[in-house]
């Protein structure tokens, strides 16, 4: 392979291992954004060799409240709708930024596999037990090339018996080694050595690459080299110089044997990387629906201290026309009594209305700040949406709820996901239950000179004659030359078949596959049923929610109707001011009933949306803008801006 076709072979190999993963799979991966970084793409090395071995900084964290607050905030007040809600969550709500970090924390694990490490994994997505076949942690990566000077430079030749293990990573890897040594070592005979010690020098080195591929073929290509000098007599060359050239392959025939079997790791972080978007859209739901309840909460407490500073007004009204009344004899002073009660029970309710606003104020900015500062702390938080006014259209078609859940709800995605790396892991499982079968072939080349340079008849201790009959100059360009000629050359092929007795590791491993795929079946299965009864439950709710609505508006109605006779009985004498108070008290309570009711039909709407998944996109959210937490579209509310209590 050429210099250049070496520089391009790692990038070929990764665009062959993206290629492999199920088109199914990729679709549902998590969209990169400009403002986003692939972690699953390594650092290249081509044009800055070092960049492979250097640590890669990563973003840091922001502890800071983005700028949208501080723009939201006027002459002390923080007055926001709902789409700045869900904005001011998505930038700054630390549980979404916590669940933001499991999205390139899953690409590492992508990274990872494509290598040929076993993956990681990380909370809420599966690794099946079943792909590291009983030892956890290990990948498909194996033992390193051989490869050494073989017989070169010994005493005896005649060849053996040959075993070429599989070697490599998907990653390709360079080793080099070099060593000097010097050994003195006393001999029991000189009939070999002729003399009774020997003291040697020896300079070696060694490199070779190594690489896996997809299929489960591994090669390598080694060089070695030594150069030494001996004491001992009757040798050939001395100091000489020995080098030995090999090349190798190994195939699995059985076991192991194609790509799913090797790449089965890559596959299951792949699909673990759509895994980690829909844990992320897990949270991002989960973090809206606690904001846009928290926001309707707050809308129904600004409310009810509204109708409470009504009814004070109204009640002090009343008392100080009973005093009136009272000075000029006309009224008992039991109904002045009577009246300065309804004024104190006002008064308390509007402290209780106040201090529930005050409460859930701070509740609301937590969930839209990383922090409270003291800019924040201090500001009154408005909402300027009113509560939705019910409409035919919220409550859709009961199977056309359904069909949104089963295709939007990132549990059932998170769910069938998990069951197809369980199949992963059963496919795998099931190849492993097949002998151990390789092929695998080796060339080498040897050669072997004196380290002298022979001029004219002078020899170095004595010519190496070869089976031509020519003499080779000596030294080590010479030994090289005649490694790569192939002078002294290996050829080697063979097979290995390994028939383990029994095979009961591998038959537990792939019956205890199979099981944990069928309660990975059980498990969606459950959730679907989940999510039908959570759609009905949602919907039924809807029903009543707007039902209750209805009936508590026309409560109100009906006291208003009611608080107005009495009071047009009471100026015509007819009446006490004890039943007026009776009819404020009453249209009070329906007041609150009616704002209580069309709270409780604000969030069973957002019970609905939650049902059916795609919350995101019917609330005008970017998945990728969440990922990033930088917001480049605000987003939409899907409720109606109208609302019921406005005529009150």
Request: charged fraction near 15%; glycine fraction near 8%; proline fraction near 5%.
């Amino acid at each position: 392979m050429s210099a250049r076709g070496k520089a391009w072979f790692p990038f070929l190999i990764g665009g062959f291992l993206s290629c492999l993963v199920p088109g199914t799979l990729q679709a549902q991966a998590p969209q990169s954004s400009a403002h986003v970084r692939d972690y699953s793409k390594g650092p290249s090395w081509f044009g800055n060799f070092a960049s492979p071995y250097k640590q890669q900084p990563i973003p840091p964290i922001s502890l800071e409240n983005s700028s949208r607050i501080r723009e939201l905030i006027h002459d002390g007040k923080l007055e926001i709708s709902m789409a700045d809600a869900t904005a001011l969550a998505i930038e700054n709500n630390l549980d979404v930024a916590v669940e933001r970090q499991v999205v390139p924390m899953s690409q590492t694990d992508v990274l990872r596999t494509s290598a040929g490490s076993a993956a990681r994994g990380f909370s809420g997505a599966t690794i099946p037990l079943g792909l590291t076949a009983g030892a956890l942690g290990l990948g498909v990566s194996t033992s390193v090339a051989g490869g050494g000077i073989g017989n070169a430079g010994g005493i005896s030749g005649g060849g053996g018996a040959v075993n070429i293990p599989p070697v490599g990573t998907f990653d390709p890897t360079i080793n080099y080694n070099f060593s000097w040594d010097r050994t003195v070592a006393p001999l029991n005979t000189e009939v070999v050595a002729g003399v009774p010690a020997v003291t040697g020098y020896s300079a070696s080195y060694s490199g070779s690459y190594t690489q896996l591929l997809p299929s489960g073929t591994s090669f390598f290509v080694s060089l070695n080299g030594l150069r030494s000098s001996s004491t001992q007599e009757s040798l050939l060359f001395n100091p000489a110089v020995a080098t030995r050239m090999s090349m190798g392959f190994n195939q699995p025939l059985l076991s192991g044997f194609g790509l799913k079997p090797n790449l089965r790791f890559l596959l299951v972080a792949r699909n673990n990387e759509n895994v980690s978007g829909a844990i992320f859209r897990t949270q991002l739901t989960q973090t809206i629906v606690e904001v846009e309840n928290a926001y309707w909460d707050m809308a129904q407490f600004q409310e009810n201290v509204k109708v409470a500073e009504q009814s004070l007004a109204t009640a002090q009204r009343l008392y100080e026309n009973s005093k009136e009344e009272a000075d000029i004899g006309a009224l008992a002073p039991l109904d002045v009594i009577s009246a300065q009660t309804a004024v104190a029970a006002s008064e308390r309710d509007l402290v209780i209305a106040r201090t529930n606003l005050q409460i859930q104020e701070t509740t609301l900015k937590n969930l839209l700040s990383k922090q409270i500062d003291s800019q924040l702390e201090s500001v009154e938080v408005v909402t300027t949406d009113p509560l939705p006014e019910p409409r035919d259209s919220d409550i859709p078609p009961i199977q056309d709820a359904l069909a949104d859940a089963y295709k939007n709800r990132s549990d059932l995605q998170i769910a069938e996901m998990n069951l197809q790396n369980e199949q992963i892991s059963t496919q795998y499982t099931a190849n492993n239950l097949l002998p151990t079968g390789n092929i695998f072939g080796q060339y080498a080349a040897s050669g072997l000179e004196g380290n002298c340079i022979v001029v004219g008849k002078a020899t170095c201790n004595q010519p190496l004659v070869l089976p031509q009959g020519a003499i080779v100059p000596a030294g080590t360009a010479s030994s090289l030359t005649q490694m790569a000629q192939g002078t002294f050359p290996e050829e080697s092929v063979g097979f290995s078949l390994t028939l383990p007795i029994k095979n009961r590791a591998a038959q537990a491993d792939n019956i205890r596959a199979q099981f944990e795929m069928q309660q990975a079946q059980l498990s969606l299965q459950s959730l679907r049923s989940q999510a039908n009864f959570t759609v009905r439950q949602a919907m039924i709710g809807l029903v009543q929610g707007k039902a209750q609505v209805g009936a508590a508006h026309e409560a109100v109605v009906l006291g208003q109707e009611s608080l107005d006779a009495e009071q047009q009985k009471l100026s015509l004498g007819a009446s006490t001011f004890y039943d007026v108070i009776l009819r404020e008290r009453d249209l009070t309570t329906a007041q609150y009933a009616e704002i209580q009711a069309a709270d409780a039909y604000a969030k069973a709407l957002v019970a609905m949306d939650q049902a059916r998944g795609g919350m995101l996109e019917r609330n005008g959210m970017s998945f990728n803008d969440a990922l990033s937490g930088t917001i480049t579209k605000t987003p939409t509310s899907p409720f109606n801006k109208g609302s019921n209590l406005e005529g009150r």
